[in-house]
């Protein structure tokens, strides 16, 4: 009975312990790379390698940004959502190599070439964390197992990304307006907070949103029956659909790029490019990115069109959360 208790009362520790941790820090499209000076150049070079996607607002943006760290900082940087430690050239005068020592189990720390120097775990030191530990041999340990984990690792942080932008999203949507979409309209879309409906028509089926600081906008314009059918005709519906919906902005030729993709497992496109205003006496413009699919179930097209103007101030972040939020609509209702 004592060993009952005794148990019961250890899980009570442990669960609320792990209730205790407090949410990671950083942004979502931030990642802290924790090496020494040496390693630095050769580590760069290989996470840029995963990390390198590139999002163009004009200027090209990454879809992440490394920041690199010494080994002293670790402690400051330990409960930041995405982290990872690293060291190449193993001996104890580097910095990078002591610390893992620290981290892992001596038969970790000390592994061989045929061992995977990779090792991942979530939530270790904070909620909503991907920490990682590479501890390579040399160079060649490095390369191999970059290019035998890079897949898996970026899927890692692609989700950490997901998980925590759906969560500052979603934790306050306003259902009022989602469910008057739902009855107006018989599809609906996540509302965040503090966004504002800007226009609502019926007759010209178009739904527009946004939101300030910085200025992002979302609209949905649908048609009955498919109209997608070839290339051709989704690129000239896309091109003509700023002025027609918005009258104030056209898309520019500049980087604008037309893909064939599922969209929630409808069959559709994605378009991304550059946008700019044509009536102000001030100059505007950014990113855009727009997803047009058919969905059979309800026998419409819908166009989900994204914008961001944030002027001398990253964009990329704010563009992969609108489209967490074009990714919530729901086209019909069983």
Not at 126 to 138: E, H, L, M, W
Not at 217 to 242: A, F, M, P, R, Y
Not at 244 to 252: D, E, Q, R
Not at 303 to 311: Q, W
Request: net charge positive.
């Amino acid at each position: 009975m004592k060993i009952y208790r005794l148990t019961i009362f250890l899980l009570l520790i442990l669960a609320l312990s792990c209730n205790s941790k407090k949410n990671s820090l950083g942004f979502d499209d931030e990642i802290r790379v924790v090496c020494s000076q040496l390693d630095e150049p050769l580590v760069r070079r290989y996470l840029s390698s995963i990390f390198n996607d590139t999002l163009f607002t004009p200027q090209p943006e990454p879809a992440y940004k490394l920041i690199f760290n010494r080994p002293s900082d670790f402690n400051d940087l330990k409960k930041y959502a995405h982290l990872i430690i690293v060291a190449v050239n193993r001996n104890d005068s580097n910095s990078g190599f002591r610390l893992i020592k620290k981290l892992l189990p001596e038969h970790q720390s000390y592994n061989s070439k045929d061992d995977n120097s990779l090792y991942l775990d979530r939530d270790l030191y904070a909620k909503d964390q991907v920490f990682v530990v590479i501890n390579a041999v040399d160079e060649e340990h490095l390369n191999y197992q970059f290019n035998r984990n890079k897949e898996l690792l970026h899927a890692h942080f692609d989700q950490q990304f997901n998980n925590r932008t759906n969560r500052f999203l979603f934790k306050d949507s306003q259902e009022y307006e989602e469910n008057k979409l739902k009855i107006d309209f018989s599809w609906n879309i996540k509302v965040p907070w503090g966004w504002e409906v800007l226009k609502r028509d019926g007759k010209k089926n178009l739904f527009w949103m946004g939101a300030e600081y910085p200025y992002r906008w979302l609209s949905v314009h649908w048609e009955e029956g498919n109209i997608i059918t070839d290339q051709l005709t989704v690129g000239q519906k896309l091109w003509k659909s700023s002025e027609n919906h918005f009258k104030s902005i056209s898309f520019n030729e500049f980087k604008f790029n037309l893909e064939k993709i599922y969209f929630n497992r409808h069959p559709g496109w994605r378009c991304t490019g550059i946008w700019s205003s044509i009536d102000s006496l001030e100059a505007k413009g950014g990113p855009f990115q727009s997803f047009i699919f058919y969905d059979n179930k309800s026998d419409r097209t819908f166009h989900i069109n994204t914008l961001v103007y944030n002027p001398g101030k990253s964009k990329a972040a704010y563009i992969r959360q609108l489209e967490y939020i074009a990714k919530s609509i729901k086209t019909s209702f069983d």
